[in-house]
């Protein structure tokens, strides 16, 4: 008797896996991720660039200060040189805007002793080399006018002196030089400079200009000198303030 032929059972149907929703790792970015490196680089790249900008300002600005305060000047690290001090101020704005007190006995409050601007007498002293001492609040009234006041102390030595005479007569237009009481050994270059149309106006008073040593030295009186005279706020050519005037 003949065997029945079967037929073979059909093969059984895979399932296909499912696709991932997400990228695996170390395959190629998608555009999210593209996008978080794009504002990645664009933050590094500005950050590099203000960092660059910071050291920039640094290198240009940063050794203009020194301890909070601005750099010295030429004169200034010139006077320091020769053992002078330097003091730059802007003059106070005097009560009612009036610099001119009415008395040789009225005693102003200036910033500096001896003064270097601000309030004064009507009249100036002549300019000269004094050996009295001329009233400080008349002398203030040169510096008005842009001339430089030298003052010494009743203790400075003869040879001081002479040096201080000598140093006048070379270029005395402008000049004034006077004994300071209670100065000791001490000598004091007065400067007061300043716009003359602001200080006409009353808006700006100008800045006051003081030195101080102890040391006979030209070299400081001629820095100084040279650096201030005849840029008074009141400012008169030196051609006006001759000897004697």
Excluded: C
């Amino acid at each position: 008797m003949a065997k029945k032929a079967t037929t073979p059972s059909p093969p059984k149907r895979v399932q296909a896996p499912q696709a991932r929703s997400h990228t695996k790792r170390g395959a190629g970015a998608g555009p999210d991720d593209e996008r978080r490196r794009r504002i990645l680089l664009y933050a590094l790249g500005a950050s590099g660039f203000i960092g660059l900008l910071a050291v920039l300002l640094f290198l240009v600005f940063g050794n203009s200060s020194g301890g909070g305060g601005s750099s010295e000047s030429g004169i200034a690290k010139t006077l320091k040189a020769e053992g002078y001090s330097y003091k730059e101020y802007a003059i106070p704005v005097p009560p009612k805007r009036q610099t001119h007190v009415p008395s040789l006995t009225d005693k102003p409050k200036w910033e500096t002793s001896p003064p270097s601007g601000g309030p004064h007498y009507g009249t100036p002293a002549a300019f000269n080399f004094y050996d009295e001492a001329v009233t400080p609040v008349q002398a203030v009234h040169n510096l008005e006018h842009g001339g430089i006041v030298i003052w010494y102390g009743p203790d400075v030595s003869p040879a001081t002196k002479a040096a201080l005479r000598t140093f006048y007569n070379e270029s005395p237009n402008g000049i004034l030089v006077t004994p300071f009481a209670g100065f000791g050994k001490n000598i004091a270059l007065t400067a007061w400079t300043g716009d003359p149309n602001s200080y006409q106006t009353g808006n700006d008073f100008g800045e006051g200009h003081f030195s101080q040593g102890t040391a006979a030295s030209p070299k400081a009186w001629k820095a100084f000198r040279d650096e201030f005279r005849a840029k008074g706020p009141e400012r008169f050519p030196l051609s006006a303030m001759q000897p004697n005037q």
